[in-house]
Nanobody, 127 residues
Framework: HEQLAESGGGSVQPGGSLRLSCVVS????????LAWFRQVPGKEREGVAV???????RYADAVKGRFTISKDNAKNTLYLQMNSLKPEDSAMYYC?????????????????????WGQGTLVTVSP
């Protein structure tokens, strides 16, 4: 039984959009921290966006103004709307949950803090 399950990845041209979804199990949905990370082969997992239980959202500088993290409570689903995609956005994207206090800044968004992960969904941005 998966506790987080991502979907919505795919291939898109530069400038295009994708919306990633992450269905979160009921016991994790009210977690203090829900976040999206991404990873490319050979690099560390990078925090992209985080949303705390008060609805405060934070974004990495590389995606600010282009990506939006949101929740649909009726569907227990976390979203990442990605617009104006660039080739450097290509990565495996993961949603993650942390049941403790959320991070105070995007710089503190560390994959090691999160104990629950989905299986990932692949995003490829190329001409």
């Amino acid at each position: 039984h998966e506790q987080l399950a991502e979907s919505g990845g795919g291939s898109v041209q530069p400038g295009g959009s994708l919306r990633l979804s992450c269905v979160v199990s009921v016991n994790l949905y009210e977690s203090h921290c829900l976040a999206w990370f991404r990873q490319v082969p050979g690099k560390e997992r990078e925090g992209v966006a985080v949303r705390d239980s008060d609805g405060i959202t934070r974004y990495a500088d590389a995606v600010k103004g282009r990506f939006t993290i949101s929740k649909d409570n009726a569907k227990n689903t976390l979203y990442l709307q990605m617009n104006s995609l660039k080739p450097e956005d290509s990565a495996m994207y993961y949603c993650a949950a942390h049941v403790g206090a959320c991070v105070p800044s995007i710089e503190a968004l560390d994959a090691a803090l999160f104990g629950y992960w989905g299986q990932g969904t692949l995003v490829t941005v190329s001409p």
